[in-house]
């Protein structure tokens, strides 16, 4: 997680976007941390900036989950719990989010624009 964390920065600092590090780290903490805790395989970490004139950072997190798990009925996390707000989070500080199927999982991503940072 570090790794993935430390390699976040230096690229958003090598693309000119150093003010979307904070969040950036945040939000792929949160969607890496849940494709490790919810599925049986790894994770894949991808980051884009799209070009001029609107840029924005997309990070896209893929698990190797070959198999959808049964279904859990939504909990909303309690007020003292200490798991539970990742996906909140990325709603509230993203300014676009989703989910994609892929062909063994799904992928989870949120994109951050730049000119607003």
């Known amino acids: ?7 976040l920065r230096e ?16 939000l792929a903490t949160e969607l890496l941390t849940n494709a490790l805790q919810h599925t049986r395989g790894g994770a894949v970490v991808t980051a884009t ?18 198999q959808p798990p049964a279904p859990r009925p939504a909990r909303r996390a309690g007020d003292h719990a200490t798991s ?6 990325v709603e509230a500080l993203a300014d676009d989010w989703g989910v994609r199927p892929c062909h063994a999982g799904k992928a989870v991503w949120f994109e951050l624009d730049t000119q607003a940072a």
């Open 84 to 89: 539970g707000r990742g996906l909140m989070l």
């Open 49 to 66: 900036l799209s070009p001029h004139p609107r840029r924005r950072l997309r990070v896209e997190v893929r698990d190797g989950f070959a």
């Open 11 to 26: 690229r958003l600092r090598q693309w000119g976007v150093p003010a979307l590090v904070d969040t950036t780290e945040l």
């Open 1 to 7: 997680m570090a790794e993935t964390r430390r390699l």
